[in-house]
């Protein structure tokens, strides 16, 4: 199955349970710091279009664009006051240096070429941009415990990386490191007494333990902020 089949079919059947709750994207969205000086806003990937919602609610004017038909028409209809198009992320249809916020939550990995990709985000930014880019994680720890094979359920088109693999990569493509965030979604959506099983609570006490106490290089994504490096 080709990508845009692929997404096409997920955001089709699941809706907005095809990504993560509203919530998260509140808390990715207070890490751009400030905004209230600022006015555009673009998420490529936009997926659900829920972080479009959050970010049109701060007053920021929000575009998105997504490579599924399915997942536009759900940005519409969540985030009905943003620009939403249908579009590759790696030739993006916009003007250079367009916005002050280019984000990019967990796409990147899936395009055929993530490098081409990420200077098409450079590219449409403005020149003192702040970027918001998540980015999995090779070294994550659970997969390795596990031994099961890495990846979600897109692996067939997924480039995943360790953090100094990503930070080779959003150095070549001109992007700075300003923070650094573990993406701890996988233990926070856990219930600990979902079972009444005391061997599954036990697991589960023990799986939300190692989170509190992992170290960066094993965590499960990267949430970077970045701004544009004039010296690469």
């Not at 990504?19 to 936009?46: A, H, I, K």
């Not at 929000?62 to 992320?89: E, F, I, M, R, Y």
């Not at 023990?206 to 010296?231: R, S």
């Amino acid at each position: 199955m080709d990508p845009k089949a692929f997404y096409d079919s997920v955001y089709a059947s699941k809706g907005d349970r095809a990504m993560r709750p509203r919530w998260v994207y509140e808390r990715w969205f207070r890490l751009l710091g400030n905004t209230q000086t600022y006015q555009s806003l673009l998420d490529v990937g936009c997926g659900t279009g829920l972080f479009l919602q959050v970010a049109t609610e701060q007053g920021l004017a929000a575009t998105g664009l997504d490579l599924s038909d399915a997942a536009v028409a759900l940005s519409k209809k969540n985030s009905p006051h943003s620009t939403v198009v249908q579009g590759s992320g790696e030739r993006l249809p916009f003007l250079d240096k367009q916005f002050d916020y280019v984000c990019c939550l967990g796409s990147l990995e899936h395009y055929s070429d993530p490098l081409k990709g990420l200077r098409e985000l450079v590219r449409v930014a403005k020149d003192d941009a702040k970027f918001l880019i998540i980015l999995p994680n090779d070294n994550y720890l659970f997969w390795k415990l596990k031994k099961i094979k890495k990846g979600t359920a897109q692996r067939e088109f997924e480039v995943l990386k360790n953090f100094d693999g990503w930070k080779r990569f959003l150095d070549e493509g001109g992007l700075e490191i300003l923070h650094i965030y573990q993406d701890k979604y996988p233990s926070e959506e856990l219930r600990i007494f979902q079972f009444k099983n005391p061997y599954k609570i036990l697991r589960r006490v023990l799986y939300k333990m190692i989170w509190l106490m992992m170290p960066l290089k094993y965590t499960y994504q990267f949430v970077f902020i970045l701004q544009k490096n004039f010296y690469t």
